[in-house]
């Protein structure tokens, strides 16, 4: 048996070997907005978002002979082994087409953390951590009205607890090794996301962004150039969403420092624009 289960574990890290996955392991407390945070970045960047919990009960409502093992521990108030979750994100990797992954909610504590890594061979490329204050979290969880039986004051303490006590060392972990990104997550939806975007954001994309966008709205460069230029932007936008927004950011950005020199920028450069973008549609 045991060889059998040695066997399995060598296919699925060879397999995953092969795949190579980029891992972002996303941590916070209960109310800390991770969720929407998880959101903004699949849209924005293309990752694909794992959430333990969701595989969880997803397993359960399949009604499998695991999904049927999995609801019985949590009626009995006990803890589901790592290695079932493990088994579940691995099949969620594997199963997906893409190779960037958010991973929500896990790992829950130190054992999850190490049993990951023995069993997958994946070290996450850092850990996105949501800073929030306690009082802002309940604040949060008490005001929403998403009929969650879990979000009263009693259950909710629990919770925070849970979470200092478990998922805290994990982070303390990868800190250490200088892979934890914290994020001030008390602040408002939109200036966490501006936080969360530089760190998703490749150091090299943004210089090239204003190189190419300085290129098309130069008025001492020839025609060609600027539009070869704006192809190139065009192109490499439309696979990446988190380029368009550079794209766009550096356009308008060099657009003003331009207005602000009177130089003239002619409208020809956004009518072309305007036509690549149907041509390549």
């Excluded at 589901?80 to 990797?93: D, G, M, Q």
């Excluded at 204003?210 to 230029?229: G, P, Q």
């Excluded at 003003?256 to 549609?281: I, L």
Aim: a neutral charge; one cysteine or more.
């Amino acid at each position: 048996m045991g060889t059998v289960e040695a066997a399995n574990k060598q296919a699925i890290e060879s397999t995953l070997a092969q795949k190579k996955p980029k891992v972002v392991f996303v941590l916070g407390g209960p109310g800390s907005g991770k969720g929407t945070q998880c959101a903004n970045i699949v849209e924005h960047f293309g990752y694909t978002h794992l959430s333990a919990g969701d595989l969880l009960r997803a397993e359960i409502k399949s009604g499998s002979e695991n999904g049927t093992m999995i609801q019985n521990m949590i009626k009995e108030g006990k803890i589901v082994p790592s290695e079932v979750t493990i088994k579940l994100l691995e099949k969620a990797i594997l199963e997906n087409e893409n190779d960037k992954f958010l991973i929500d909610g896990f790992p829950r504590n130190e054992e999850n953390r190490a049993a990951f890594e023995a069993v997958t061979g994946i070290v996450p490329e850092f850990v996105l951590f949501f800073d929030c204050p306690e009082e802002e979290m309940e604040k949060r969880l008490l005001g929403r009205n998403q009929g969650r039986e879990d979000d009263n004051i009693d259950t909710i303490r629990k919770r925070f607890k849970v979470f200092l006590e478990s998922s805290l060392p994990v982070i303390e972990h990868y800190d250490s090794k200088g892979k934890v990104r914290k994020i001030d997550a008390a602040k408002p939806v939109g200036e966490v996301f501006e936080a969360v975007k530089a760190l998703f954001t490749p150091v090299d994309e943004k210089p090239r962004c204003v190189a190419l966008t300085s290129l098309i709205l130069s008025s001492t460069e020839s025609e060609y150039l600027r539009k070869i230029s704006l192809k190139m932007l065009l192109m490499e936008a439309r696979y990446d969403s988190g380029m368009l927004l550079n794209l766009l950011s550096s356009f308008a950005a060099t657009l003003f420092w331009n207005m602000k020199q009177n130089v003239k920028v002619g409208s020809s450069y956004v009518s072309y624009a305007t036509q690549r973008m149907r041509y390549d549609e």
